[in-house]
Every structure is written in C-alpha cells, then in structure tokens.
C-alpha cells in the first residue's frame, strides 16, 4: 500500500484500523517502538485490549502509535486524520478549516485544530544546512497583511504586516522559511548562518539585509530589482524564491483570517509543499504522516 497512487477509496480513509495499520507501518517500519524508552521490540499485544494497545516490557507502560504524536488523545477517527492529512499535503493552495468540517463531518472547531496539528506535522525539523561548494541558495524576504475587518489591530486603509523570510535551493528544490516579527540584517544573519553552509553562493536583491553576512559566503551574487534587472550579468536570479512565496501567498487566501500567532504553521504547511512538489500527492501525505511523530501540539497542559 506504502508509495501507491492516492486513491480516496482506499480503506485507510474509512475504516478507523485500517488507518491505524497504516500509520504503524510508516512510523514503525521496524517493528513496534515505545515512546516512553524508545526500546524496539520490547512490545508485546495486550491481550483483550483494544486493537493497535501494547505493552512495553521494558519500561512497563503502555502505548499505541498514535502516542507521542500529534494524533494524541484525539477522538476524531484516525481515518478522518489520515484522510485530512492526504487533502492538506494533495491542495497545492491549501484547503481551508471549514472545507474539511463539510467533508469529514466534524465540528469547525475540531477542524480548526486538526489543521494546526497537521501543518505542525509538516514542519521541518531536520537541522541539514542547505547549499554547498558551486550550489546556489536563493535568499529574499516579504511581507504579508491581512485587510480583513475581524483581523487584530485593523485599521481603515491601514494594514498589519507580518513578515517570512525564505530560503530556497534550486539544485534541489527544497524551500525553509520562517516567520519572524521585524526583518533585521542581525536576524536574517543568525538564519543564514544556522541554515545555509558557508560555501555556499548566496543569491539576494540588493536589499541592505544582506550586504555584511554576504560577505561571509563563498560568493554573493545580487540581482537590482529597483533597476528592472531580473538576471545579474553572471546568470543567477531569485525567480525560485519568488515563485515560492507566489505559491504562499495565494495559498493564504483560502483561509478568512491568518493571526500572526499561527503564521508560522502556515509558512511549515507551504514549504513542505514546495519541498516535495516533485513527488507524487499519496507520498507527499506519507511524508507528513511521518512527520507527525515527537510533535504533540496542545494549547493546554495534558491532564
């Protein structure tokens, strides 16, 4: 089943233990592993418990695969989140949180949360810097606001900013972006530096963000937009990075409002997209799948 066509017939999508046999086989490849000690094959079947319950006899507690994930705790039917998680990874332009409470038949407000949990999921977390010796990293930055009425701090013809720089690697299309509350050159620094190794030839605007910690890289390539300049002289532009936040930017539009509290699992959500954009939809969802586990999301403390 692992790596087919997505296919919405498919039993994972409606049956309840279907989904859990999926899950465990993408997140448990190698046998049953306790979230609570992290021992392999030191799990056994609860007798007369209820399907997917082990027993860890090593630490002694119990567990399923949904434990330490986001999926935790959740009375949703895990084929209503496996079916949700195929939709948001398939949307090249996002689905919105009152889409999928019409097409899973769950309350908005559980909707709502899934979708957080989801893009949660989807977020990067791997510490792989980008670039390399002759590889190119496209670096920019913009600016988002949000005219709706019911958005915090609007004001008449006024509009509240908020700002993601993104960093995009065309040899390999892979996209981290991050939502920051004021671009400053000592941010964008500390980005760069964590994310994009030092040999690498950087690609920018002529933004003054990025004319000192240029100066650390193996090149730094800048493209004068203000000159209508779209490719400098050497051949490099920043169309990959602009083309991203195109994709970003439209995908936010099927949402009411985006708060910038909550701007961050947007930005997870669009990257991760783009990241994968070269596979097909049913792997991609495999991939958030995967990415849900060590990442429970809870806006009150587990009782």
């Keep these: 089943m692992i790596g087919t066509i997505m296919n919405l017939s498919d039993p994972i999508y409606h049956d ?8 465990e086989l993408l997140l448990w490849p190698n046998g049953a592993v306790c979230p609570h000690c ?16 082990y027993f860890c006899n090593a630490c002694r507690e119990q567990y399923t695969v949904t434990v330490g994930t986001v999926f935790e705790r959740s009375k ?9 998680t195929h939709l948001m990874s398939a949307s090249k332009t996002g689905i919105s949180a009152h889409q999928l409470h019409r097409m899973l038949g769950i309350t908005y407000k559980s909707a709502w949360f899934m979708c957080h949990r989801i893009r949660e999921a989807m977020k990067d977390t791997g510490n792989t810097p980008m670039g390399g010796t002759e590889i190119e990293v496209q670096v920019d930055e913009t600016y988002q606001g949000n005219t709706s009425k019911r958005a915090k701090g609007y004001q008449k013809g006024m509009r509240h900013k908020q700002q993601v720089v993104a960093l995009v690697e065309p040899s390999s299309g892979r996209v981290k972006a991050f939502h920051v509350k004021n671009t400053t ?12 190794r030092r ?37 490099f532009h920043t169309n990959n990075v602009e083309n991203f936040f195109g994709v970003f930017k439209r995908s936010l539009k099927a949402h009411i409002v985006v708060s910038e509290q909550h701007l961050d699992r947007y930005v997870a959500e669009s990257a991760f997209r783009y990241s994968n954009r070269k596979i097909s939809d049913f792997e991609r969802a495999e991939e958030a799948l995967k990415g849900a586990e060590g990442k429970r999301l809870t806006y009150r403390p587990a009782v």
């Design 76 to 84: 949703i039917p895990l084929n209503k989140w496996v079916l949700a």
């Design 38 to 53: 992290g021992c392999l094959d030191k799990g056994s079947k609860i007798k007369g418990g209820r399907a997917g319950l």
């Design 16 to 23: 309840a233990e279907k989904a859990r046999e999926h899950l």
């Design 185 to 196: 050159a000592d941010q964008v620094r500390d980005i760069l530096f964590t994310n994009v």
């Design 199 to 235: 040999s690498s030839t950087l690609v920018t605007d002529e933004s003054n963000l990025y004319i000192n910690t240029g100066k650390a890289y193996r090149d730094h390539q800048t493209v004068k937009h203000s000159k209508n300049n779209y490719v400098n002289k050497e051949g």
